[in-house]
């Protein structure tokens, strides 16, 4: 599976993007999905994470109630509607297909890892 994240950009304070994922090679509609940021100087942290179905979603605190993510199954992609952004938001942002059909955090449990989209955030 290759797995390509667009979306990216930059945006004011407040602003909102939408991430998507779009994957080849193989369907992803057996699986878990996952997005996760990494800020330069710090580890990479989970965002979020939706089932196989698109059903039943789970999101970090810190972005819960701002961003919301989804999937279309019949056009094999995955998005991330980020809202509300804040300048601590800043960070390249990877999309990830899991090992497992319902949502997890964990990293070490994505098997497949896209390229990562840019997002900035200016104050």
């Known amino acids: 599976v290759q797995l390509q994240a667009s979306g990216g950009g930059l945006v004011q304070a407040g602003g909102s993007l939408r991430l998507s994922c779009a994957a080849s090679?193989?369907?992803?509609?057996?699986?878990?999905m996952g997005w996760f940021r990494q800020a330069p100087g710090k580890e990479r942290e989970f965002v979020a994470a939706?089932?196989?179905?698109?059903?039943?979603?789970i999101s970090a605190d810190s972005v819960k109630g701002r961003f919301t993510i989804s999937r279309d199954n019949t056009k094999n992609t995955v998005y991330l509607q980020m809202s509300s952004l804040k300048p601590e938001d800043a960070a390249v942002y990877y999309c990830a297909q899991s090992l497992r059909s319902i949502p997890n955090r964990r990293s070490g449990d994505y098997r497949y890892w896209g390229q990562g989209t840019q997002v900035t955030v200016s104050s």
């Open positions: 090679g193989r369907a992803i509609s057996n699986n878990g």
């Open positions: 939706v089932d196989w179905r698109g059903s039943n979603a």
